[in-house]
């Protein structure tokens, strides 16, 4: 599956908005610049994002926008179905009962990338604004340790469950 830059860049203007927000509006002039993302193609996202019921805009001077509901409150997949990006990791259409293929049948691994469109959706939907905001999103998975000042060293590779290789085994002499 390949997020692209809408998903992306919407995610990353909400972190940031969420991040200055402090109560006070932010002008998109001032996300475009640190995030360094279009001003114009933005504008077009929070469109949709307001639309989305995820941001409320604030008109005239000192004006900007704000999160429509707290941080903790705002899923990272709500973002990216605001802005139309679909999270989906088949080729085939959502909800249609025939696949992708000529003879409009599914392919052999269709079950597998349609559950890992879900798997997908359902870790967004558990990572909020506040979690990224927060830096607290990195070692979720427990697949990699977070390299953080002070955290707690990974557990040392000696520690770790060895993997058998297949095959016969063959004694060295």
């Not at 203007?13 to 475009?32: N, W, Y």
């Not at 269709?110 to 870790?123: A, F, K, R, S």
Request: aromatic share 6%; with cysteine; charged share 25%.
């Amino acid at each position: 599956m390949k997020l692209s830059t809408k998903g992306r860049y919407a995610v990353m203007a909400m972190v940031d908005l969420a991040a200055h927000s402090k109560g006070r509006p932010v002008s998109l002039a001032d996300i475009a610049d640190r995030q360094e993302i279009s001003l114009s193609y933005l504008e077009q996202l929070f469109a949709k994002l307001r639309r989305g019921s995820l941001v409320n805009s604030v008109r005239g001077p000192g004006g900007g926008y704000l999160l429509a509901h707290e941080p903790s409150e705002t899923r990272v997949s709500d973002i990216i179905l605001a802005v139309d990006e679909p999270i989906r990791a088949t080729r085939c259409t959502p909800g249609q009962p025939f696949g992708c293929r000529i003879n409009k049948s599914r392919c052999l691994t269709h079950d597998l990338w349609e559950e890992l469109g879900n798997q997908i959706y359902l870790y967004l939907s558990s990572v909020t604004l506040a979690t990224v905001v927060e830096r607290s999103v990195l070692g979720t998975s427990g697949l990699f340790p977070r390299e953080v000042e002070g955290a707690p060293e990974a557990p040392e590779a000696a520690e770790a469950p060895a993997l058998e290789q297949p095959g016969p085994s063959v004694a060295a002499e």
